[in-house]
Every structure is written in C-alpha cells, then in structure tokens.
C-alpha cells in the first residue's frame, strides 16, 4: 500500500531525569491517537495513515511530527492543532505555516 499521506508522529520515551527531552514524554502518544481518530472520522484511513516512529532527532523542538511524501515537518505539535494538520495539510495539501520547524531553526539560529 503507498499510502497518498504518511505522518509519523514521535514517541520516544527517554528515562525520567534524561539530559535531552523527549516526544513521548510530552504527549507523543496522545497525538498519534488523535491523528488515528480524526483520520477514521474523517473516512481517510483508507489511504493516508498515521503511525508512531522513533527518535526523529529534533527532540528540543518535540513533539515532533513528519508528514510524507512531502517531507513538511511540525514540531511543538500539540493536541489542538491535529485537526487543522488533518484539514489543511492532509486533506487540502497546505501545510500549517506556523507549525514548521523551519520557523524553530531560524529562531535559534538568529539567537546564536
Ligand atoms: S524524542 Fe522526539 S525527536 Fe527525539
């Protein structure tokens, strides 16, 4: 099955006390349920599917979401903004401006 959209949301849990923090520790699992729940609601499970994944390696900008064939990544993704990924991104193909890690990298960036 090639799937017509593909989100991978991060839950990696990291021990209590680690250095780096974590997806799963902030909500990771939480999103991936609403992703599953708004695509069956919505009928678009039949070709677009949401699945938990690993360490995506952007921790400090968790809970980090990917969404593919496009590649557009979300970071700091909270329980309130799955519904407008699912129907602006998903269903209309226009990413959530707001939500892209690139606006996270050139903060940090501009504050280095
Ligand atoms: S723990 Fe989610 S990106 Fe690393």
Known sequence: MIYTKHVFICTNQRMPGAARSSCGEAHGLALVSEFKRLLKEKKLNVNMRAQKTGCLDICDFGPTVVVYPEAVWYVNVQLNDVAEIVESHLQNNIPVDRLLL???????????
């Open 102 to 112: 690139k606006h996270k990298r050139d903060a940090k960036q501009n504050a280095d």
